[in-house]
């Protein structure tokens, strides 16, 4: 491969931090909508116009299944993909020889104690970073995790059990961007503290160590889970993305702070289709859910949104004013548009791809593709649009002037869910059950030479604020975290490292609900915790010459925590009047979703019933590393007879439940991919023991998940309730607990929780 080095002098500045065996140019179509980032490839080669499987332009096809868009660079093409119909599903980040279709590497893993149903696996996409060549994704239950270009796993983070992601049945993960130094995510979140609500918030990691540069709540309470991706913008020197929400938004969020800038309510639900950038001042959005104005469904609408970066209070509450124009004919719920030569096009929930004037909003023209249409998004390249649709086709369309002109459809024999992909004279199309690549066999396939990308030169101007960063951190009794303080000019741009010079203290806001601070000695700018630390949570101030820096954390339950919750205070009113207090601030996202309360003389954690989101609960009370420990409680359902709620803990990924509505103890991953029970007559208003522990085989990938219930005025029985052999055993996992109330009838119950070894 022949690398054009650019800014050499900034290059060899870095090499010393960054490691030059970090730099593997990258360039190519990098993102799921490609190098600029809209769907719309500069290519000058020409591309096909029939894309027929086993035909005269197929270069070949691999046997995965995909519902989203692959991206390739360096000669190497990196699919987000599936295997497997229930049980058996395992997904894949797979990198292939871009000219025959080899398979060079894979890495495989598994769902867990998500709700995902099967057929909605990988619908997303990975990115490649065009400066080092590593590739990021964001599995399905929220993993996001960075390799090398061959395959070695940098560095990982479970969104789940670290930040309190929610899964949907829905799948719907979307992909990661890289920008600078940060690889930004964003989905559902009740996290802790202040961040415990659920929000749809956005975090930024250092796309070398993974480390948390910021995280941002730019919107309101969620209605929907959404898997729009980031198009980014300058709005002076600022350096700002754009984005549909999960509360029915689009946002705008500062990409090098975090900091919300403004919103504008599009929808009554969620925004999944990613926004247009139609120019300075003008940004093109649609949805396809409720109008807020009126009875119909969906809109494309054109925003007039600030040129100028806003002082004071943010994020500005944008109205109906900045809307430019409206078209009530684009009805897309996850299709993104895509705009060239100032028209826009895309398909529709009803199978047309419309195409639309972007100055004046008017409908050109519209051409019917199929019957109906999800999620798949059309792209740009040689002057033609690639145009998948679910039903199965891929049409290659010209736009005539006053019409379209339709080349090819052509039978792809799987339906379509995600977006071409171009690399060279080939065309890339992702179906459920293969990966085609579609280019002239009589020419070998182009690999176009990358270009070295330089990372982002430090500031020289003066420093106006401070990032601390990890922005927050979790740790167990006995481990220490180092931060990294940084010094950024007023555009958010790192200027240089003030760590040694800061101080650091423990802050409680004037505001906090609960004062509370973490249990742990500052050093200099590292926090340490002892073997006896108390599970705990807090702020850490940092000031640097008169400016101030916040990071927060927790310290996390570990081997040896018990928790029989008397010590919590009571003194507040829930909806039914009763005393109540709050779970532990350092579990993830349990204050919204639990209440301490007196049962039966001692006091006990109750799950709330106030909010239908919640009927379903799971909060993670420790690291998700962890592995080897049992996990046990006391638990109890209210109810009659007849109806009953669920309860349960969360060991090393596995949930065991006492389901008692179906007289049985149950074991889940999840539903789809594992589910195994055993009958256990559960009566309500009694309580139950239950003990869990995950044995993983000596050698080998198995073991067996474990669980016991008995009634907990009896001795505990010598055998297990149930054993469960897995041959792939999740190798770790954090615990915590579950309640499941449907319709949010019956309370569940949970008393004297132990944490230990394995004995």
């Not at 270009?149 to 890289?178: C, Y």
């Not at 540069?213 to 980031?230: L, N, R, Y």
């Not at 309580?687 to 990938?701: E, F, M, N, Q, S």
Request: proline content about 5%; overall charge neutral; hydrophobic content about 40%.
């Amino acid at each position: 491969m022949k690398t054009v080095a650019r800014f050499v002098p900034v290059l060899a500045a870095f090499a010393a931090t960054v490691g030059l065996a970090d730099l593997h140019a990258a360039s190519g179509w990098l993102n799921w909508r490609g190098p600029d980032r809209d769907g719309v490839s500069k290519t000058k080669i020409a591309l096909p116009d029939k894309l027929e499987v086993g035909g005269a332009n197929h270069r070949w096809s691999y046997k995965v299944k995909g519902a989203g868009a692959p991206v390739i660079a360096d000669g190497r093409v990196y699919a987000f993909g599936f295997y497997g119909e229930t049980t058996d599903v395992e997904e894949t980040l797979i990198c292939l020889d871009v000219k025959t279709g080899a398979k060079l590497w894979e890495h495989r893993f598994s769902d867990f104690i998500s709700d995902t149903t099967y057929n909605r696996y990988a619908i997303g996409a990975p990115v490649i970073d065009g400066e080092t060549g590593n590739v990021y994704l964001e599995s399905t239950c929220g993993v996001v995790m960075a390799l090398s270009r061959d395959g070695k796993l940098l560095w990982q983070h479970s969104m789940m059990e670290e930040f309190g992601r929610l899964t949907f049945p829905n799948g719907r993960t979307g992909a990661l961007v890289v920008e600078g130094d940060l690889v930004i995510t964003d989905g559902i979140t009740a996290n802790w503290g202040a961040d415990g609500p659920a929000r749809n918030r956005f975090y930024a990691f250092d796309k070398r160590t993974g480390e948390l540069c910021w995280f941002s709540t730019p919107g309101i309470e969620p209605i929907d889970s959404t898997f729009a991706t980031p198009v980014y913008g300058n709005v002076g020197n600022q350096r700002v993305i754009y984005q549909g929400t999960g509360c029915g938004h689009v946002v705008c969020i500062n990409a090098r702070t975090g900091e919300p800038v403004w919103r504008f309510r599009l929808s009554g639900a969620g925004v999944n289709a990613d926004v247009i950038l139609a120019g300075p001042g003008r940004l093109i959005a649609v949805h396809g859910k409720e109008n807020m104005d009126s009875t119909s469904h969906g809109r494309l609408v054109s925003l007039n949104i600030p040129t100028e970066y806003p002082t004071g209070p943010k994020p500005i509450i944008l109205g109906k004013e900045v809307e430019g124009w409206r078209n009530d004919d684009f009805v897309a719920f996850s299709s993104s548009p895509i705009m060239v030569n100032n028209r826009v096009y895309g398909t529709i929930a009803t199978g047309s791809l419309v195409c639309a004037d972007a100055t004046t909003g008017k409908t050109i023209w519209s051409e019917k593709l199929a019957p109906d249409q999800l999620h798949a998004s059309p792209a740009y390249a040689d002057g033609k649009l690639y145009v998948p649709m679910l039903h199965g086709t891929v049409s290659v369309v010209k736009d005539a002037g006053d019409k379209a002109t339709v080349i090819s459809v052509n039978q792809m024999g799987a339906p379509c869910l995600g977006a071409p992909s171009f690399y060279g004279d080939a065309v890339f199309i992702f179906t459920k059950e293969a990966l085609h690549c579609f280019g002239p066999k009589a020419s070998a396939a182009s690999i176009p030479p990358s270009v070295a990308v330089a990372p982002e030169a430090l500031s020289t101007a003066p420093i106006t604020q401070l990032q601390v960063v990890p922005a927050e951190f979790a740790l167990s009794a006995g481990q220490s975290q180092t931060f990294t303080v940084y010094g950024l000019d007023a555009a958010g741009r790192r200027v240089r490292a003030v760590s040694s010079e800061a101080t650091f203290a423990k802050f409680i806001p004037p505001t906090a609900l609960v004062k509370s601070e973490v249990d742990a000695e500052i050093v200099g700018n590292v926090i340490k915790t002892t073997s006896t630390s108390k599970m705990s949570a807090g702020q850490i101030q940092v000031k640097w010459n008169n400016l101030v820096g916040i990071t927060r954390g927790r310290i996390v339950a570990g081997l040896g925590y018990r928790e029989n919750f008397e010590s919590l205070p009571l003194g507040q009113k829930n909806e039914a009047a009763e005393d109540v207090g709050f779970p532990p601030l350092a579990w993830l996202g349990a204050r919204v979703k639990w209440h301490a309360l007196e049962k039966d003389g001692s006091k006990v954690l109750a799950n709330r019933l106030d909010t239908i989101l919640f009927q379903r609960t799971m909060n993670f009370i420790g690291k998700s590393e962890m592995k080897n420990y049992t996990l046990e409680a006391d638990v109890m359902t209210d109810g009659t007879r007849r109806v009953m709620s669920s309860v349960g803990l969360v060991n090393q990924r596995y949930l065991i439940v006492m389901t008692a509505n179906s007289r049985i103890i149950e074991i889940t991953s999840n539903h789809e991919r594992l589910k195994a029970s055993v009958p256990f007559e559960a009566q309500p208003n009694t309580w139950y023991h239950l003990k869990t522990r995950v044995d993983r085989d000596k050698t080998g990938a198995g073991g067996f998940v474990r669980a016991k219930l008995w009634e907990k005025s009896k001795p505990e029985p010598a055998a297990w309730t149930m054993e469960l052999r897995q041959e792939k055993l999740h190798e770790n996992g954090a615990p915590g607990v579950f309640a499941f109330s449907p319709q949010s009838l019956k309370r569940v119950f949970i008393d004297n929780l132990a944490l230990s070894a394995n004995e």
